[in-house]
């Protein structure tokens, strides 16, 4: 599905307008199509509920006044709230002479104020930028201090839609119709957690109006293409070797997870190099890959002597994951480094993998193979040398921008997790905030190695690994809820998903 700034959303509708609708007929469909939305989600709920469908004074109104006349004859106790006095432009008019025609009660937001069942979102859509100026301000407020259940048509009121920024007070949305495609309040922070459950409508406009190239999600068909189906007189040997250069003694959990996400994901063969007084701790916990205990320094994480061990190993290996739990300090950066320079492989680097790198940015230049890197915003920004807040207000130039400069596949992880070559950019739009906890990142990092093992390419490996993973926790939320989940009930799923 398409993600499109204000820009491209606006020069679609143009094209559209030039070759096939005006704008009162795609006002009307779009309303039409929220409308069909909202009595598809709530049904008979909606019958002799007070809804209040607020409506401002550009063309988001005309929306709303389209969506207030259906649910008042769907049997609802709609009403027209006007927020910005009675409209001036032409085709909003037009669906408000309608709507009172057909007996819907209006009334101004400075007379009566919204106790209501429902309230519909029809102020601003995508119009909006910056600070609320009055009577916005205190509108947003009341909003904010209702109970009712509210639905934003095309972008919570108060959210930037090209940006993802949001103002203070901004309308927070159980429900999101976003019109035609999603737009970037719906998948950039902080906006997106403004949105509630988003649903995107069709209003009929043709594909031939989009001719831009666009960000987009990742989405259940594309996963699926990226497997293929097994060959009957396949063995383990067909299915790839995974190496997985993770793990210490104080963080064993991080080699434990990647590993066991690793053999959930159809590895054929996973080998867990980790350090000699972390090899106990992990085999009480891993039955199935093989082991291969390594020098280690006092602080009983990698010692630099590893790439001798690595040396070994690297004509074996399919994939490489290097990372997870393995420590930042001067040994490892060696390792990193080493490893990096004399892979014959692709490398999935995480974790502290990638606060070595940081340590040394140039190190980057040396890689040889693919390369996927998965950081969280702390790690992206020492990656870039910024904070986490500018990597959120920024997320996906900045992992475009990088992927293309060092010519990387980047993950840029998160809510609606970004996945870019530096050309392509996919957003993930499954996962919940149950998944927010140590472990999950390892999780996914041992997926990508086993899908570029089974032999993926690096970018459809990390877009498939992204949604499945988003997926497990979707599932596993469901079931033990967003406080209890754990990574291993997530794990645990992991084979039931596999397409």
């Not at 030039?18 to 795609?26: I, K, S």
């Not at 974790?351 to 996927?372: E, H, R, T, Y």
């Not at 840029?412 to 950019?425: A, E, F, P, R």
């Amino acid at each position: 599905m398409k993600i499109l700034t204000t820009t491209q959303i606006r020069q679609v509708e143009n094209l559209c307008f030039e070759r096939y609708y005006n704008e009162a007929e795609l006002m009307l469909k779009a309303g039409n199509a929220c409308a069909d939305a909202i009595i598809a989600r709530y049904g008979d709920d909606l019958k002799n509920a007070d809804i209040s469908v607020l409506c401002g004074g550009g063309k988001n109104a005309g929306d709303g006044f389209v969506i207030a006349r259906r649910l008042f004859c769907y049997g609802a106790n709609a009403q027209i709230v006007l927020c910005a006095g009675e409209p001036t432009i032409p085709e909003p008019l037009m669906y408000y002479t309608q709507a009172v025609s057909s007996r819907v009660p209006v009334v101004n937001f400075a007379d009566e104020h919204t106790v209501c069942d429902y309230i519909v979102d029809c102020m601003f859509g995508i119009g909006f930028r910056g600070e609320p100026r009055a009577p916005f301000d205190e509108i947003f407020k009341t909003v904010g201090e209702s109970d009712a259940e509210i639905i934003a048509i095309d972008t919570p009121s108060g959210t930037d839609s090209a940006t993802g920024e949001a103002c203070k007070n901004c309308v927070n949305a159980d429900f999101t119709i976003a019109i035609s495609t999603l737009k970037m309040a719906h998948v950039l922070p902080p906006a997106n957690a403004h949105c509630g459950d988003i649903e995107t409508v069709y209003i009929g406009i043709p594909e031939d109006c989009y001719e831009d190239e666009y960000i987009t999600t990742i989405t259940e068909d594309e996963v699926r293409a990226c497997f293929t189906n097994r060959d009957k007189n396949a063995n383990k040997g067909s299915f790839g070797h995974q190496l997985n250069i993770c793990g210490s003694y104080t963080m064993f959990g991080a080699a434990v997870i990647a590993a066991n996400a690793a053999v959930r994901s159809g590895a054929g063969l996973v080998k867990a190099m980790m350090p000699q007084s972390a090899y106990p701790l992990a085999s009480a916990h891993l039955t199935q890959p093989i082991f291969k205990p390594c020098a280690e320094n006092q602080s009983g994480t990698f010692s630099a002597d590893t790439v001798k061990a690595f040396a070994e190993e690297k004509d074996w290996a399919s994939s490489i994951v290097l990372g997870c739990g393995i420590g930042n300090n001067d040994d490892t950066r060696v390792l990193c480094n080493y490893v990096l320079k004399n892979a014959k492989c692709p490398v999935i680097l995480d974790a502290d993998g990638i606060n070595c790198l940081s340590q040394c940015i140039n190190m980057i230049k040396d890689i040889k193979v693919p390369a996927v890197l998965t950081p969280h915003p702390g790690e992206m920004a020492r990656l870039v040398s910024s904070t986490p807040a500018e990597i959120q207000q920024d997320r996906i130039n900045v992992a475009k921008n990088f992927a293309k400069e060092n010519n990387v596949v980047l993950v840029l992880k998160g809510s609606n997790t970004v996945v870019t070559d530096g050309k392509s950019v996919f957003v993930n739009m499954t996962g919940n905030p149950s998944m927010a906890m140590g472990g999950t990142g390892d999780m996914l990092a041992g997926m990508i190695g086993a899908f570029v093992a089974q032999g993926m390419d690096t970018l459809n490996a990390a877009k498939a690994a992204v949604y499945l993973h988003g997926l497990c926790g979707d599932l596993a939320a469901e079931k033990y809820g967003t406080r209890g989940t754990s990574v291993d009930d997530m794990t645990e799923l992991l084979g039931v998903l596999m397409f």
